[in-house]
């Protein structure tokens, strides 16, 4: 061969054929490849509208199968429109995704990881809105919630329960906690109306029974001696002794008549005036007595203490009659009213039942028990009701209906009270209503809920935890994005 030209190696021109063979075969794989891509992207075109949701949070949507950023569970097809022609579905923007924990971070690359916590990006689900629109209340919305629409399968693993309301006759009796107390109006206060020293105490100790009339103490007083020698030297002027006959009728009986008056007013018992008389010397001391029957429930005086005109020696109460003071709540009181029967038993006197009637109702509420005060006033004669002791009162009340509802079913917060209301297909509507009277695992609505509608009665916590985590989702959706300069932060 010519000088620079050299005879080729052998199997040149067979491994020539093998590589363009297999320049051939990858070109095959390549048009493959292609065809099924465009094959598959024709056939999710014509699914369009089937996304991938979380069971155990729907705010989760995805248009491709895969986990739940937040629990890991297995996405699974949510339900579309039956029968829908996807190709008349309006063509989706651009997906956006947020942290869980940062609302505020959104990015259109799924990729992405929160620059404040690393957190991977889940889709901001709430753009898919329809259904909670459709679902929105007719009435005023209860702030913080939102209406909820749950599938069937996810109903079913939460255990969700309903009850429609009933209209039903309320109890007719209302049952609640009362004590004794003295009745007010028997207290009397012991004093003296002139000023002196105390030589005898009768009385030495709070607690004591005191009949009418009898002594307490006794004091000494210079005052109460003039008045008393005045009194007697009328008497003389009237010559009044025994077999005597008055000089002077007229002017004597004045006279006699003013002194003992004086007296009188004094605080002097008539008994006390008569034995002045009848000894017809000043008595060293003058008895102080009781205006009533009843106990000693204060006592302020001491033998041998000196005290001024007005001072209070005693305070007695007459228990012939006692107030029972009964606590009525707060979602009870439109019910109760002056003039209804009442009773009261006590575990001291077993199968008795002491009756009367409520009395007077008192203004304010107890802010502490959110209760209020109601009086009723009974009869005593045998001193059985003593105060301080506690029982149970019954308030008859007449028969009222009212539409009624499990209390389990009733969401009250402290500010609203609402309940979930059951629209079927698995949408349910918070509903902000007025409760009243609650007693026996029920409580009645006053108004909001009609009869007939049905309300949730279990899994609450969780429905009502979902429908807020919702009402934020939708709330920052609504407020412009104030970070979306990320959206052109350089991916990881």
């Given at each position: 061969m010519p000088e620079g030209e050299e005879r080729a190696p052998a199997g040149t021109r067979t491994m020539a054929i093998v590589r363009w063979a297999l320049v051939g075969l990858m070109a095959l794989a390549a048009v493959a490849a292609w065809v099924d891509h465009a094959r598959t992207s024709r056939s999710e075109r014509q699914a369009a509208g089937v996304q991938f949701i979380c069971p155990m949070h729907p705010q989760i949507v995805t248009t491709h199968q895969g986990e739940c950023p937040i629990c890991g569970m297995d996405l699974v097809p949510a339900a579309g429109?039956?029968?829908?022609?996807?190709?008349?579905?309006p063509a989706p923007g651009p997906a956006r995704y947020t942290c869980p924990m940062h609302l505020a971070f959104v990015s259109t690359d799924p990729k992405a990881r929160c620059p404040d916590c690393g957190m991977k990006l889940v889709p901001l689900a709430a753009e898919a809105a329809p259904q909670a629109a459709a679902a929105a209340p007719a009435g005023p919305p209860v702030p913080g919630v939102v209406p909820v629409e749950l599938s069937a399968d996810r109903v079913q693993l939460i255990g969700m329960r309903s009850v429609?309301?009933?209209?039903?006759?309320?109890g007719s009796a209302i049952r609640a906690v009362g004590f004794v107390a003295s009745n007010e109006s028997?207290?009397?206060?012991?004093?003296?109306?002139?000023?002196?020293?105390?030589?005898?105490?009768?009385?030495?100790?709070t607690g004591q029974l005191v009949q009418k009339g009898e002594a307490l103490a006794a004091l000494y007083s210079p005052e109460m001696l003039n008045a008393q020698q005045v009194f007697l030297n009328a008497i003389k002027w009237t010559d009044r002794k025994p077999g005597g006959s008055a000089q002077a009728p007229g002017i004597a009986n004045d006279l006699e008549r003013d002194a003992r008056?004086?007296?009188?007013?004094?605080?002097?018992?008539p008994q006390d005036i008569d034995a002045i008389a009848e000894a017809g010397l000043p008595q060293r001391t003058i008895n102080v007595r009781s205006p009533v029957r009843g106990y000693v429930s204060r006592k302020s005086v001491l033998k041998g203490l000196y005290i001024q005109a007005g001072t209070e020696l005693f305070q007695l109460a007459d228990l012939s009659t006692v107030w029972v003071l009964v606590d009525v709540y707060e979602s009870e009181i439109s019910r109760v009213k002056v003039g209804q029967q009442a009773s009261f038993e006590l575990k001291s006197y077993p199968g008795k039942k002491f009756t009367g009637r409520v009395q007077f109702i008192y203004p304010a509420l107890n802010t502490g028990s959110r209760t209020l005060q109601a009086r009723i006033e009974l009869r005593n004669p045998a001193l059985e009701l003593r105060p301080g002791m506690f029982g149970d009162v019954t308030l008859e009340l007449g028969a009222t209906e009212a539409v009624v509802v499990p209390q389990e079913a009733l969401v009250d917060t402290g500010d609203h009270q609402y309940v979930f209301v059951d629209r079927g297909g698995g949408r349910y509507e918070p509903r902000p209503v007025k409760a009243g009277w609650?007693?026996?695992?029920?409580?009645?609505?006053?108004?909001?809920?009609?009869?007939?509608?049905?309300?949730?009665?279990?899994?609450?916590?969780?429905?009502?935890?979902e429908s807020r985590l919702r009402a934020a989702v939708e709330a920052f959706k609504a407020a412009p994005a104030p970070r979306a300069a990320h959206d052109a932060a350089p991916k990881p």
């Open positions: 429109p039956p029968g829908g022609d996807a190709s008349a579905a429609p309301a009933l209209r039903e006759t309320l028997s207290l009397v206060s012991v004093n003296s109306r002139f000023s002196g020293w105390v030589e005898q105490l009768s009385v030495g100790q008056l004086r007296l009188e007013l004094l605080g002097v018992a609650s007693g026996d695992g029920r409580v009645a609505i006053l108004a909001g809920l009609a009869e007939g509608e049905r309300v949730v009665t279990t899994a609450n916590f969780l429905l009502d935890s």
